[in-house]
T-cell receptor
Framework: NAGVMQNPRHLVRRRGQEARLRCSPM?????VYWYRQLPEEGLKFMVY????????ESGMPKERFSAEFPKEGPSILRIQQVVRGDSAAYFC????????????FGDGTRLSIL | QQQVKQSPQSLIVQKGGIPIINCAYE??????FPWYQQFPGKGPALLIA?????SEKKEGRFTISFNKSAKQFSLHIMDSQPGDSATYFC????????????FGAGTRLTVKP
């Protein structure tokens, strides 16, 4: 998993606060994907981004969640007004380009909502 | 809508055994099928992948068998070791669709010494 860097590794927030999760893709990768994983469950696709563009956000809740991948800097997954149900592990993956290619994952951010 | 169904949910084998994990997909447009291995506290790591133009792919002790007509594929781990104990995910994606990858629910494998 070296290469895709996610931070923070653990994030604790109180209900109503904002959570910001960061992801730096592997060098040379221009495609970023965010997934959510609940305990004992698989990975649920949230959003797919390229530099400065959201390509597919069909898996992301319409409210409170947003994602960006600016021209410079990491991709950010932002959760506003967090609720207990947002507690999960959030994983970022990257790939070098379009089409069916392997996605390389970071070690995730474990978000806990008090 | 679950597009990739994985079974079993959990699996326990003795060291040296051959665990088999099965996946079935619905969308015939899928044409790339990777398997990921995940250890606790870590992100999924790509293990092995197959495209539908072959029926089998082997890398070390890991083998994928692919049955295009049945829309099924499976992972076999030869001579399993306690270090193989992890959660395994199958996935599928389709060409030209922005790498939209769908994951199975995962199989927790325990290899007993």
């Amino acid at each position: 998993n070296a290469g895709v860097m996610q931070n923070p590794r653990h994030l604790v927030r109180r209900r109503g606060q904002e959570a910001r999760l960061r992801c730096s893709p592997m060098k040379g990768h221009s495609h970023v994907y965010w997934y959510r994983q609940l305990p004992e469950e698989g990975l649920k696709f949230m959003v797919y981004l390229q530099k400065e563009n959201i390509i597919d956000e069909s898996g992301m809740p319409k409210e409170r969640f947003s994602a960006e991948f600016p021209k410079e800097g990491p991709s950010i997954l932002r959760i506003q007004q967090v609720v207990r149900g947002d507690s999960a592990a959030y994983f970022c993956a990257s790939s070098p380009g379009d089409g069916p290619q392997p996605q390389h994952f970071g070690d995730g951010t474990r978000l806990s909502i008090l | 809508q679950q597009q990739v169904k994985q079974s079993p949910q959990s699996l326990i084998v003795q060291k040296g055994g051959i665990p088999i994990i099965n996946c079935a997909y619905e969308n015939t447009a899928f044409d790339y099928f990777p398997w990921y291995q995940q250890f606790p506290g870590k992100g999924p790591a790509l293990l092995i992948a197959i495209r539908p133009d072959v029926s089998e792919k082997k890398e070390g002790r890991f083998t994928i068998s692919f049955n295009k007509s049945a829309k099924q594929f499976s992972l076999h781990i030869m001579d399993s070791q306690p270090g193989d104990s992890a959660t395994y995910f199958c996935a599928a994606s389709k060409r030209g669709n922005n790498n939209d990858m769908r994951f199975g629910a995962g199989t927790r494998l325990t290899v007993k010494p």
